[in-house]
């Protein structure tokens, strides 16, 4: 495996649900990324950590817990998760800042379906 | 309000002709541009950037245009290729923010053979 994995591609849920988003990089970077892609919107940052550290935590409601148990995994625990949460969720990984040169590799990304 | 904008959701251009795509911001305190280009099922790849101290940064048939008065930046496709069909996106950083990338909506190129 190579870059950045994410598991599963494709999850349907029901409101009352409680899953889990999987993300995995090979890389050897320090920082890892959970971003929200909704159609025709930007991408909105959600969560970041650091060497295992969360470092960005952009208001995002409860029912969305990020962990991260070492710099190598990321994880999403999604639990009464509403309709308008359906997106696509993208795992990324960097070398540390994203200032200058420091760019972001991404997984193919997790398609969500809350219904 | 949105700080980076990508005014055009699509656009369309003939293979082998320009592909422009545009990016217009708000915050003068910005340091760094980047596009990336994703593909359907895939996630975003990095593809070119530029600093703000520069106003032209080349990478092949990628050339990224910067005007820093105008507060607006171009990537130019040269020439364009099928394969250059995707969704590119606008991002943008400033020196002190951590991990924050603001990003543009998209603009998804289509190239007609």
């Known amino acids: 495996e190579t870059g950045v994995t994410q598991t599963p591609r494709h999850l349907v849920m029901g409101m009352t649900n409680k899953k889990s988003l999987k993300c995995e990089q090979h890389l050897g970077h320090n920082a890892m990324y959970w971003y929200k892609q909704s159609a025709k919107k930007p991408l909105e940052l959600m969560f970041v950590y650091s060497l295992e550290e969360r470092v960005e935590n952009n208001s995002v409601p409860s029912r969305f817990s990020p962990e991260c148990p070492n710099s190598s995994h990321l994880f999403l625990h999604l639990h009464t998760l509403q309709p308008e949460d359906s997106a696509l969720y993208l795992c990324?990984?960097?070398?540390?800042?994203?200032?200058?040169?420091?760019?972001?590799?991404f997984g193919a990304g997790s398609r969500l379906t809350v219904l | 309000d949105q700080q980076v904008k990508q005014n055009s959701p699509s656009l369309s251009v003939q293979e082998g002709r320009i592909s422009i795509l545009n990016c217009d911001y708000t915050n003068s305190m910005f340091d760094y541009f980047l596009w990336y280009k994703k593909y359907p099922a895939e996630g975003p790849t990095f593809l070119i950037s530029i600093s703000s101290i520069k106003d032209k940064n080349e990478d092949g048939r990628f050339t990224v245009f910067l005007n820093k008065s105008a507060k607006h930046l171009s990537l130019h496709i040269v020439p364009s290729q099928p394969g250059d069909s995707a969704v590119y996106f606008c991002?943008?950083?400033?020196?002190?923010?951590?991990?924050?990338?603001?990003w543009g909506a998209g603009t998804k190129l289509i190239i007609k053979p």
């Open positions: 990324a990984s960097s070398q540390g800042r994203t200032s200058g040169a420091n760019v972001l590799t």
């Open positions: 991002a943008a950083s400033t020196e002190d923010s951590n991990y924050q990338l603001i």
